[in-house]
């Protein structure tokens, strides 16, 4: 199983990013997928999940209105629309995927977002 996240990059407060995250070795329409952040010295956090459970999606309060989390299962992937990005936005960004009844047991290896004047 792998989750290959892609899209990070260096933008300036207010812009936009679209982060991606391609599955491979499972079929992430089964799958309750999510993603999470890390930023420098800090605890890496809940940031949006996409829920196989209940077809429902999730934010962190700090990401309401701003973020959209979306999936294509025909690609297997899972998008994170990012708008009006803020330099406490400034992480390392993670995908990760999880059985609708478990914690999450798959995770992408990152893709460093900063914002940045």
């Known amino acids: 199983v792998q989750l290959q996240a892609s899209g990070g990059g260096l933008v300036q407060p207010g812009e936009s990013l679209r982060l991606s995250c391609a599955a491979s070795g499972l079929t992430l329409d089964y799958y309750s997928a999510g993603w999470f952040r890390q930023a420098p010295g800090k605890e890496r956090v809940f940031v949006a999940e996409t829920s196989r459970s209940d077809d429902s999606t999730y934010y962190a309060d700090s990401v309401k209105g701003r973020f959209t989390i979306s999936r294509d299962n025909a690609k297997n992937t899972v998008y994170l629309q990012m708008n009006s990005l803020k330099p406490e936005d400034t992480a390392v960004y993670y995908c990760?995927?999880?059985?609708?009844?478990?914690?999450?047991?798959?995770w992408g290896q990152g893709t460093q977002v900063t914002v940045s004047s």
């Open positions: 990760a995927g999880r059985r609708p009844t478990s914690g999450y047991d798959y």
